[in-house]
């Protein structure tokens, strides 16, 4: 599984990061999920390797502009690129009212069928390789995180399971070992039952804004990587007043306390400059969090990629 | 007055051009009018020195989403950037009936009025010092081309009929010359009847997509400048099947029969490649034109940037 950012910045884009956008590559082929889906998300896509084509579904957190104003546009361009197949959208109801109203008011007539699902309701949504479950965090809006868990880990058959219970070893055995539930002996026998799996199930959250990370508790049970905005630093919100926003110590103190592996931060106010002497820096917020947190830290920038291998180890892609 | 071109392609964004938008500034001062907001305007703006605080308007061509689908966001970073004064949107009326539900829908609240002006009806709206006329085009959705032509022209005093109207050298002079109607002896005296223009009044013509040039005729009147499509070559256009645009030959002929002294072709295609030798390459559009245009050509690029002078001469700005 790999997660590559398309934009990093809060609010409005800055020279060098847009607003938000996350795609997340599936760990087989070249299927993709979009998480926000900021403006010029779509233009961002152009400098990657990602295809219409082949994204799954488009994920939306909130209905701030930040967050959503690129969807009209990457649909639109989904549809000149010339996509046929059905697209699914997980977001509060308010964007497919949105998306309703663009197409009618700007003569948007998509060659392709929206699904969209309505995150208000915290569903559960099912892929071909992907589990999707959603957790209500707290913002000016209603805002959602997206826990995003594999659901095909590779196994090895449980011999000693198939031996005792008589399966005999042949065309049964390759079922069972597909994934196939099977019948023998008047019996239905399930996949999962008589496989090992060779890995934990891999499992990456990504949280739309969001000032109460405590809300995440379930949410990060056992998953790898959370990705948060850490919007300002301590002093910053202290500041600015501003609500419904993370800082960095907010967000380093849960992930300590839920002993979470790895943290990628994002969504950073766009005064924080990239230049490690500029003030304030980035490197301010990755200071306020370090100091309150022992696991492995990221600050996302702009085409940044990290890829979470089989093992759980989580790490940085070298650019090209 | 100066044209800045912030995208060019048609339809989709390319990795080298955006969607449609144009700046025209004033020349003098920092005021700027926005021409068309396709996705993505905004970060453009963010290459160059243009203000959010000195836009003095926004005109949409037609509702197509190259066209407008960077509004949001646009307005959205203008009021986060502290813009207070209202700004004005000269555009087809379903643009205010979508930005409403955008902001319904995205929670968001401009600190600063818009003054919706509704182009169907054709208006002629005047700036402190800019008159812009708007003319109807034909497109698969209402489109419209709007004419700018400067109010303010350096002027002399008409000596000669100042003194045979017996008005004496003084105060009442130079309120004439700022351009101040004055009473004297009892009458109102106008103060353009009392100026010599030193310059014809500057005007440029900004077209939506258009498939019959013709329309522009009136538009043309003693413009220096207009700004047209040319999304595809004549043998394009007849493969494509597309209806709507213009190709080159055709707006080449009309710019030559109207004896145009300068035309600004735009909104290539996404196919036509910046490199001459590509196929298809601008360069192809370039040759179609001059073949039935003796004027002035210019093909705009992403960040081009031109000038037309006091004296009606328009040229290239050179880069940075």
Excluded at 61 to 82: E, Q
Excluded at 254 to 259: G, L, R, W
């Amino acid at each position: 599984m790999n997660l590559l950012f398309l934009g990093t910045s809060a609010g409005v884009p800055t020279k060098s990061r847009n607003v938000s956008g996350i795609a997340l590559r599936e760990s087989k082929g070249k299927g993709w999920y979009l998480i926000d889906c900021g403006e010029g998300t779509q233009h961002q896509v152009l400098h990657t390797k990602l295809s219409f084509h082949s994204l799954k579904a488009i994920f939306i957190t909130h209905v701030h502009g930040d967050h959503c104003y690129g969807l009209p546009g990457i649909l639109a361009s989904a549809g000149m690129g010339g996509r046929k197949a059905p697209l699914t959208i997980v977001a509060p109801a308010g964007i497919k009212a949105w998306l309703e109203a663009t197409c009618e008011a700007t003569q948007l007539c998509l060659p392709f069928a929206l699904e969209f699902i309505d995150s208000d309701g915290l569903p559960s949504v099912e892929f071909e390789s992907m589990a999707v479950s959603t957790f209500r965090l707290s913002h000016r809006a209603p805002s959602y995180a997206y826990g995003f868990t594999e659901t095909k880990v590779d196994a090895d058959l449980n011999i000693e399971k198939l031996t005792q219970k008589g399966i005999p070893r042949g065309p049964l055995w390759g079922q069972l070992k597909q994934g196939f539930d099977v019948e023998f002996a008047g019996e239905q026998l399930k996949s999962h039952d008589y496989l090992i799996s060779k890995h934990k199930p891999r499992k990456v959250v990504i949280a739309g804004d969001n000032d109460q990370p405590d809300l995440l508790f379930e949410a990060c049970a056992g998953a790898q990587v959370l990705v948060h905005e850490a919007t300002y630093t301590e002093e910053m919100t202290q500041k600015a007043g501003d609500v419904g926003h993370s800082y960095a110590k907010l967000i380093a103190a849960f992930a300590e306390t839920v002993q979470l592996p790895n943290l990628v931060l994002t969504h950073f106010s766009p005064r924080f400059q990239l230049n490690p002497h500029a003030s304030p820096s980035i490197e301010d917020i990755r200071k306020e969090t370090e100091n309150a947190y022992s696991g492995s830290l990221f600050q996302a920038r702009d085409f940044s990629e990290y890829t979470l291998d089989k093992a759980g180890r989580f790490s940085e892609v070298a650019g090209e």
